[in-house]
């Protein structure tokens, strides 16, 4: 079993900033990915960016060039630096954590206003 709990979302402007966070407990050795997911109002959840714990990373098209995720394997943390913010990336966003099972953060809101 893995815990994930996330902090850093909220609300703010477009071309703001905002980094997410997303800590694991539990069976992090088994930990084959972390990432990021976020899910608006009528659409399905999407990826956003996943990395390896060796930092391997992929970023969706949407985002490249705006967010950056990254790990630190010492703090078991993942983290999603958000710049350039605009309206369209208003969702909630999940934190990911395959092990060859998934498991799932409950989530934090990004709101961005124009």
């Known amino acids: 079993q893995v815990q994930l709990v996330e902090s850093g979302g909220g609300s703010v402007q477009a071309g703001e900033s905002l980094r997410l966070s997303c800590a694991a407990s539990?069976?992090?050795?088994?930990?084959?990915?972390m990432g990021w997911y976020r899910q608006a109002p009528g659409n399905q959840r999407e990826l956003v960016a996943m990395t390896s714990p060796d930092g391997m990373t992929n970023h969706a098209g949407s985002v490249k060039g705006r967010f950056t995720i990254s790990i630190d394997n010492a703090k078991n943390t993942v983290y999603l630096q958000m710049n350039d913010l605009k309206p369209e990336d208003t969702a909630v966003y999940y934190c990911?954590?395959?092990?060859?099972?998934?498991?799932w953060g409950q989530g934090t809101q990004v709101t961005v206003s124009s």
């Open positions: 539990g069976s992090i050795a088994r930990i084959i990915a």
């Open positions: 990911n954590c395959f092990t060859g099972e998934d498991y």
